[in-house]
């Protein structure tokens, strides 16, 4: 399987110390009138103030090279001095000038650019010495601070399965200059900028459905039924534990000609992750001395393991609707918007239909999954029609009651085990994300099939469960 490697890069944008010596370890005199600012200028993207500190953003990048870019995402900076985990000291007056878990802002649509902090304060180099660069982004998942070992740091994590998990380090840089005076001021006034390459460390699970075989009556484009005809007093419970009634959910699926889609309705994906553990993120060269360390990691905890469900992207005019006090005509990017419930999605019996947004889990050869539908079934058969008219001579108005279906049948088992592995012949990886195709039709069949898509490029395979 041909795979092509595919990095998200953010360049951490500092001021340099200017010196009269071309060497890095140069004078203590720290004189303010010696540091020579390189400026950086931070675009503001009109984002709402919650986003900051959001969580559930889902996926930085896409699952193809073009539009695998940054969209102004927050992430977490390091500045160590030199081959230790010792936060490096700048200050200037009585300013801190420098990245101690610092919250950075990403550029926006490019895969490499400018990152700054998010306060806009600038930084500086100390006039001797070099420092390494980490970074890490939890997006709202992180359970505590960060925690410092002999040669480690690891940030405690919970996620819900829409947080796309990273972590950071400086690229390799080609050139004349020791790699004892990167980073420094000295590698700076060289025009070494440092570049944090930031790595997807879950697997990312995407969803797509069609109707099996061109079932139309089971699609999108199914027949219609007029929104009178559906009994009104089911009681249906959500996946999510909301209790409701059947007219209640055709109110929020009636079409612009005031009819509801009597096809089927995919309300929830559900899929079993572990979902804590520690995230390893940065490391001295002391670490490298042992085989299981000195690179960036998850270590889950055990009997972690739950069901996470499917979320999607909100829509302009649902985040507008959750911010009335917002301008309508505001620019908006849904892409920096946290996730939210899963909306109904029809399956079509043309063409695959996305489902949700995507799922951030632990890298497993096999997933447990469930999967929660509703659709639209006639109340009484032609038989039970005729003999009620038979009996008493009138003819009774045709209802539709909403059916809920759950897959795999809870009668049959508890979940349905995909087997990516064999799918799609290699072992679930971090970074890779993968589509899991449901071939539905009503209540009669559900197939599944998985292949491998980017975002590290690899081969694709299908397989027919059934």
């Excluded at 699970?205 to 139309?216: D, N, Q």
Aim: negative net charge.
């Amino acid at each position: 399987m041909k795979k092509s490697f595919l990095y998200v890069m953010a360049v951490i944008g500092v001021l340099t110390a200017c010196s009269d010596s071309d060497s890095y370890s140069v004078s203590e005199n720290t004189e303010n009138n010696n540091l020579v600012p390189v400026s950086f200028k931070v675009a503001s993207q009109g984002l709402s103030q919650d986003l900051l500190m959001g969580k559930g953003t889902g996926t930085v990048g896409d699952t193809v090279e073009e539009t695998n870019v940054w969209k102004g995402q927050y992430v977490r900076v390091y500045m160590m001095n030199k081959g230790t985990l010792e936060p490096t000291t700048v200050t200037i007056g009585t300013v801190e000038s420098s990245f101690n878990n610092t919250l950075v802002k990403t550029p926006y649509g490019v895969a490499t650019g400018p990152a700054y902090r998010a306060d806009e304060r600038q930084c500086y180099y100390p006039v001797t010495g070099a420092s390494d660069f980490w970074g890490y982004r939890t997006d709202g998942a992180e359970t505590g601070d960060p925690e410092t070992t002999d040669c480690e740091m690891r940030v405690p994590f919970k996620i819900d399965g829409t947080q796309d998990m990273m972590a950071g380090k400086t690229a390799t840089v080609e050139g004349d200059i020791p790699s004892s005076a990167l980073f420094s001021a000295y590698s700076a006034r060289e025009g070494i900028v440092p570049n944090i390459v930031f790595d997807h460390m879950l697997t990312r699970l995407t969803f797509s459905a069609k109707c099996y075989g061109g079932y139309k009556q089971y699609g999108s484009n199914a027949d219609k039924i007029a929104i009178s005809e559906v009994d009104a007093d089911d009681p249906i419970v959500l996946p999510d534990g909301t209790v409701t009634t059947s007219k209640a959910i055709a109110y929020k699926e009636v079409t612009p000609d005031g009819y509801v889609n009597k096809g089927l309705y995919i309300d929830s994906v559900l899929v079993e992750s572990a979902t804590s553990g520690k995230m390893y993120f940065a490391w001295t060269p002391m670490a490298n001395m042992r085989d299981d360390l000195g690179y960036a990691r998850i270590a889950w905890n055990q009997n972690t393991e739950e069901f996470l469900s499917l979320k999607q992207r909100p829509t302009k005019a649902m985040y507008f609707k959750e911010h009335p006090e917002m301008d309508p005509s505001a620019p908006v990017d849904v892409d920096t918007l946290d996730l939210v419930n899963l909306v109904g999605i029809q399956p079509n019996e043309l063409e695959n239909v996305k489902i949700g947004e995507a799922m951030m889990v632990a890298p497993q050869n096999k997933y447990k999954i469930k999967v929660f539908m509703h659709q639209y079934l006639e109340k009484y058969d032609q038989d039970a029609l005729d003999a009620y008219y038979q009996k008493t001579g009138h003819r009774r108005e045709q209802r539709y009651i909403l059916q809920q279906v759950l897959f795999p049948n809870p009668d049959v088992a508890e979940y349905y085990e995909v087997d990516v592995k064999t799918a799609v012949g290699d072992n679930v990886k971090a970074g890779y994300s993968y589509n899991i195709h449901l071939n539905v039709v009503g209540t009669e069949r559900i197939d599944l099939e998985a292949t491998l898509t980017p975002w590290k490029n690899g081969g694709n395979t299908d397989i027919d469960l059934e």
